[in-house]
């Protein structure tokens, strides 16, 4: 399995990938491991794609004090990840193998079920999928940590950790809720009565919470994806 192989990089090793490209992969991914959710939107099984469908080790620890910081990939065998050790009340030390997706503890807790889902996406067939060749370039540092991307700048200002970032959230949202099954989920649902009956103002917010629901994703972010794809 190569499915990175054909895509174009900048010369600092960043992918140059268009949203819809980025559907394609993710569908992609999809059909290759669970074909069935392409044609019956449901929840996509995200952490049995990241280990046994991308090789990858699952690890989890507190990787700040404070929440700050959700996720991170390890792409080469290191002994100098920091993280933050309850117990001590300190920072420590920990040795991981490269291949390796950390996730904050604190996402371990049901309510958190949403988070952790598309944190895991974010970090596994975001980063580590497509990123490896960025973070093991020459003089950089062989670890992704998911900081978010700077909210005050445009598309024109984003610097390469910009770019990455909204490509992981991107390639997290089309893998839990691929393209194909959009379609078959918003046509089947469009043509219901609940939904004809509703006001207009009211029929996004239906889609969202009845996705959100399906698919084991945050209402937020299943009506960020239907915006997206200009169902709504």
């Known amino acids: 399995m190569n499915l990175t192989r054909h895509i174009r990089r900048t010369k600092t090793g960043v992918p140059i990938l268009s949203l819809t490209q980025m559907d394609a992969l ?10 069935e959710r392409l044609t019956e939107p449901g929840e996509v099984d995200i952490e049995a794609i990241t280990e046994f ?11 700040s004090c404070c929440g700050k910081y959700l996720g991170m990939t390890v792409f ?47 970090e596994a ?28 700048q445009t598309q024109r200002d984003w610097q390469d950790i910009d770019w990455l970032e909204w490509q992981a959230d991107a390639m997290s949202a089309a893998v839990l809720l ?12 469009t043509a ?5 009956k509703l006001p207009s103002l009211a029929r996004a917010d ?12 945050a209402p937020y972010t299943a009506k960020l994806r239907l915006k997206r794809l200009k169902f709504i």
């Open 26 to 35: 993710g569908e992609a991914i999809i059909a290759d491991f669970s074909p």
């Open 53 to 63: 469908y991308l090789g990858l080790q699952l690890d989890f620890q507190f990787l």
């Open 76 to 122: 080469t065998d290191t002994d100098k990840i920091i993280i933050y050790n309850p117990d001590k009340n300190a920072a420590d030390y920990l040795k991981v193998k490269g291949g390796t997706v950390i996730l904050d503890s604190t996402l371990l807790v049901p309510r958190r079920a949403h988070p952790f889902r598309f944190t895991l996406g974010h």
């Open 125 to 152: 067939v975001g980063h580590a999928l497509l990123h490896r060749p960025y973070f093991t370039g020459v003089r950089r540092n062989p670890l992704c940590q998911n900081q978010g991307i700077s909210s005050y």
């Open 178 to 189: 691929p393209r194909a099954a959009m379609y078959r989920f918003v046509r089947r649902e």
């Open 192 to 196: 219901t009565a609940d939904y004809q």
């Open 206 to 217: 239906f889609l969202a919470r009845k996705l959100a629901s399906i698919a084991n994703v």
